[in-house]
Every structure is written in structure tokens, then in C-alpha cells.
């Protein structure tokens, strides 16, 4: 296993507050235990943080693009900017090279403690599946989003989000700051036993795969028009099918799923995701079949 650097940001949202201060305090502790593994800590958007909002120009966490860097435009947004500094720095082939990136988030839906992969990379899967047989958290399993890419993550050749909620922006809430410690440290026990060959991988990896967003209803004008249905409000993860409410509009009347395939909503009324006309993201469970090809893969890392 030739893992030699992690690198653990917080702040990729600027006005997600509570994995800055988790980071914070795991910093202060952490720092005593020695380890093979070193960790980098780094606040993804310092200048939001700073001013307590989600970013400056553009979204950072969908900022990783390798085309940014010929559009000349984007390249003089900040958030383009500190991408290409983080990947620079902390990249593979970067000054201080980190083989692993998670990146920790909140969310203002009712996810719990959730873990979010990007595409179907065997190192992530290795990885999730551990996390997931120790605390049975969900794994959302984004793909095939045209209109959604240029995630942190996937400029590491290893590397997920750890989304954790509900909290709004900018509280700091204790309970989710002590869920945030528990991930980060369990992460490095389990890092530890795959690097000393202690792991046994569980049997399965359940997903819940992307399938499509969804808007809110909206009026002639474009406003919205429609809550997020009191019987919808959060149900993260939890499945519905046709006829189901999803909104309830001005004039009273409630709008039902019409689709004919079971699905499990997430991100159920994302504040940050109004901007992307986003009320919830359609997924759909799939139990995928473990491989030890996951072992081999995160120690060729
Ligand atoms: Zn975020």
C-alpha cells in the first residue's frame, strides 16, 4: 500500500461551517498519535468562509474541471483559481502529493451521516464499503450528470464526500460536529488496518444511484410555487412511488410523483440547491456485489 498522504477539507462550502470546526479540534488531538499516514488539513474556500457564504464567484465543488483552464473568462473567477491552487499543491503531482481527498459537507435536508461517491471508481467503492459496514450509512452515487460536474474529489484518484445534515448554514450545531470527529477518526482506523492487511471487505455495497433532479412547481413568472409537501419534508431515503405527494402549492393543491419505477429522493429542499433549480434528486437502490479487485486497486493507489 503506498498511501502516504490525506488530504481532508472542510470549507468547500464556505457557510458549511461545522467540519471546519471538527477539522479544528481533530487537528489539536490528532496531532499527538503517530501515524504512517499523513493528513493534511485545508479549508477549501477560505475567502467564503471568511465571509460566510457558499462561494465567492462559482461553486468550488464544481470547479475541478480541466476545461476551466481555456476558458478565459472562468479563469479569473476566485473559486477557478483555488481549484487549480488545491490540485496544484495537493494533487497527485502536486508539491505536497495527497492520494486520497475527502471532502466534508453539511446539507440542510435530512440526510444523516451520508456518503457521496462520484462515478464508479474501485478505490472509492474500497473505501465506502468500509464506512458503510461500520455505520450503516447511505451512499448517494452520483453519475451521469451532465449538468452537474467538476467535483472536488474526482481530481484525486481516491477520494468521497462526507455529507452530513440536517443543519442550516452557518450554525454551528455540537452533534453534527461530534459525528464529523467520529467519521474522520474511524477513517484513519480503517486506513490503518487496509494498510497492515486487517480488512475483510463486507459482502455488499448498497448505493443509491442518481437518476434525475427535480425543480420545484413554478408560476407564469418563474417563481417558485410550491412546499416541499408536509408528508415529503424529511423523508430522505426513504422510497416512494407513483401518486406519492412531492409539493403543496399556493392554490392548495398537492403534486404527486407520476413516475412508474419505485425511487428514493435526497437532498430533499436543499437550501444551496435552489439556485440550480434543484427541489430533490431522484435515486434508485442497487446492491452492488464486492470484489476484492477494490483491495488491490486502493493499494495500488
Ligand atoms: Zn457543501
Known amino acids: 500500500m503506498t498511501v502516504q498522504r490525506i488530504l481532508i477539507v472542510s470549507g468547500t462550502h464556505g457557510n458549511e461551517i461545522n467540519p471546519v470546526w471538527a477539522v479544528k479540534h481533530f487537528n489539536r488531538v490528532g496531532k499527538s498519535l503517530i501515524h504512517d499516514i499523513k493528513y493534511e488539513f485545508i479549508i477549501g474556500n477560505p475567502a467564503a468562509y471568511e465571509k460566510g457564504c457558499r462561494y465567492i464567484h462559482v461553486d468550488l465543488n464544481r470547479s475541478f474541471k480541466e ?9 479569473s473567477f476566485y473559486e477557478t483559481k483555488r481549484a487549480n491552487f488545491l490540485v496544484d499543491k495537493f ?6 502529493p495527497c492520494q486520497i481527498a475527502i471532502d466534508l459537507h453539511t446539507t440542510t435536508a435530512n440526510m444523516g451521516t451520508s456518503i457521496v461517491l462520484y462515478g464508479r471508481r474501485l478505490k472509492d467503492f474500497c473505501l ?5 459496514n461500520k455505520f450503516g450509512l447511505p451512499i448517494y452515487l452520483h453519475e451521469k450528470d451532465k449538468s452537474q460536474t467538476g467535483f472536488l474529489v474526482e481530481a484525486w484518484p481516491c477520494g468521497l464526500v462526507i455529507e452530513i445534515g440536517a443543519v442550516a448554514q452557518n450554525f454551528y450545531d455540537s452533534k453534527i460536529i461530534d459525528r464529523f470527529s467520529v467519521i474522520i477518526r474511524s477513517l484513519r482506523e480503517e486506513i490503518d488496518k487496509l494498510k497492515n492487511n486487517l480488512i475483510e471487505l463486507p459482502k455488499e455495497l448498497v448505493v443509491h444511484v442518481h437518476q434525475r433532479s427535480i425543480d420545484y412547481p413554478r408560476d407564469e413568472k418563474g417563481d417558485i410555487d410550491g412546499l416541499i409537501h408536509p408528508e415529503r419534508i424529511n423523508q430522505d431515503w426513504k422510497m416512494i412511488k407513483k ?6 402549492d399556493s392554490q392548495g393543491i398537492t403534486h404527486e410523483y407520476e413516475g412508474d419505477q419505485f425511487v428514493w429522493p435526497v437532498f430533499i429542499g436543499e437550501v444551496a440547491y435552489k439556485e440550480k433549480k434543484i427541489a430533490m434528486s431522484y435515486t434508485k437502490k442497487e446492491v452492488i456485489c464486492s470484489n476484492n479487485q477494490w483491495v ?3 493499494e495500488s493507489l
Open 91 to 96: 494533487g497527485i503531482d502536486g508539491s505536497i
Open 128 to 132: 465506502a464499503a468500509l464506512l458503510q
Open 243 to 248: 401518486g406519492d405527494p412531492l409539493f403543496l
Open 296 to 298: 488491490y486497486e486502493f
Open 67 to 75: 476545461s476551466e483552464n481555456f476558458d478565459q473568462h472562468k479563469n
